[in-house]
T-cell receptor
Framework: QKEVEQDPGPLSVPEGAIVSLNCTYSNSAFQYFMWYRQYSRKGPELLMYTYSSGNKEDGRFTAQVDKSSKYISLFIRDSQPSDSATYLCAMSFISSGSARQLTFGSGTQLTVLP | DAGVTQSPTHLIKTRGQQVTLRCSPISGHKSVSWYQQVLGQGPQFIFQYYEKEERGRGNFPDRFSARQFPNYSSELNVNALLLGDSALYLC??????????????FGAGSRLTVL
C-alpha cells in the first residue's frame, strides 16, 4: 500500500464547474499538507500549503484537511481552461537530520473544456 | 528574480553510462532537494542537502549520489545507468531550517532518457 493515494483521473469538466481533487494517506506522522500544480513539461508549482485540519481558502482554491480520516481535498471553483494541468498532493514530516522530504501522490490530470 | 535553474534540460544516455545533473537554487535559499519523477507518477524524494550537508536520503541505490557546493548549487550523479532511470529529475530549493523547509520551489527539471 502506498503511503499516499490519489484519485488517478483523468478528470474532464466544463468551464465554470467546481472541481474536487482528493488524496488519502496512511502515515499519521504527516504534519504538513500541500497541493502542487504541474503543467506539461514544467516543474510542480506550489498552490496551497496547510498544517492543521480544516479549510484554507485562496481565491478560487480551497484546501481541506481531515487528519482524523487521513483525507485531504482541493476544491477549484469557477474552473478555467488555464487550470488544465496535473494536480499533485504532497505531505511531509520531520525525518532524521531535520530533513523534510515530501511524499507525493501520483497526480490527477485535469482538463477544463471551454 | 531567477527561479531554480537546472541543466541540461534534456539528455540521452545509454545503459551503463554516467550522468551529472546540475541545479542552481533561488538566491538566498540554502537547501536543495532532488526528486525523480517517472512518467505518470508523482515525484519521489532522492536527497536533501542543507548547508552542504546531506540531511536526508530516499530509497535509492548507491548509484545515486549528490553534493552541494559553497554557493549552494548542487549536482546529482547517477552511475551505471539503467533503463529504469529514465525520468524527469527535479531540483527544488528552499530556505532550509525548520520553518522554511516545507516550501519547496521546483525547477523545470532535467529529462533523462536511457537507451
Amino acid at each position: 500500500q502506498k503511503e499516499v493515494e490519489q484519485d488517478p483521473g483523468p478528470l474532464s469538466v466544463p468551464e465554470g464547474a467546481i472541481v474536487s481533487l482528493n488524496c488519502t494517506y496512511s502515515n499519521s506522522a504527516f504534519q504538513y499538507f500541500m497541493w502542487y500544480r504541474q503543467y506539461s513539461r514544467k516543474g510542480p508549482e506550489l498552490l496551497m500549503y496547510t498544517y492543521s485540519s480544516g479549510n484554507k481558502e485562496d481565491g478560487r482554491f480551497t484546501a481541506q484537511v481531515d487528519k482524523s480520516s487521513k483525507y485531504i481535498s482541493l476544491f477549484i471553483r469557477d474552473s478555467q481552461p488555464s487550470d488544465s494541468a496535473t494536480y499533485l498532493c504532497a505531505m511531509s514530516f520531520i525525518s532524521s537530520g531535520s530533513a523534510r522530504q515530501l511524499t507525493f501522490g501520483s497526480g490527477t490530470q485535469l482538463t477544463v473544456l471551454p | 528574480d531567477a527561479g531554480v535553474t537546472q541543466s541540461p534540460t534534456h539528455l540521452i544516455k545509454t545503459r551503463g553510462q554516467q550522468v551529472t545533473l546540475r541545479c542552481s537554487p533561488i538566491s538566498g535559499h540554502k537547501s536543495v532537494s532532488w526528486y525523480q519523477q517517472v512518467l505518470g507518477q508523482g515525484p519521489q524524494f532522492i536527497f536533501q542537502y542543507y548547508e552542504k550537508e546531506e540531511r536526508g536520503r530516499g530509497n535509492f541505490p548507491d548509484r545515486f549520489s549528490a553534493r552541494q557546493f559553497p554557493n549552494y548549487s548542487s549536482e546529482l550523479n547517477v552511475n551505471a545507468l539503467l533503463l529504469g532511470d529514465s525520468a524527469l529529475y527535479l531540483c527544488a530549493s528552499s530556505l532550509g531550517g525548520l520553518a522554511g523547509a516545507n516550501v519547496l520551489t521546483f525547477g523545470a527539471g532535467s529529462r533523462l532518457t536511457v537507451l
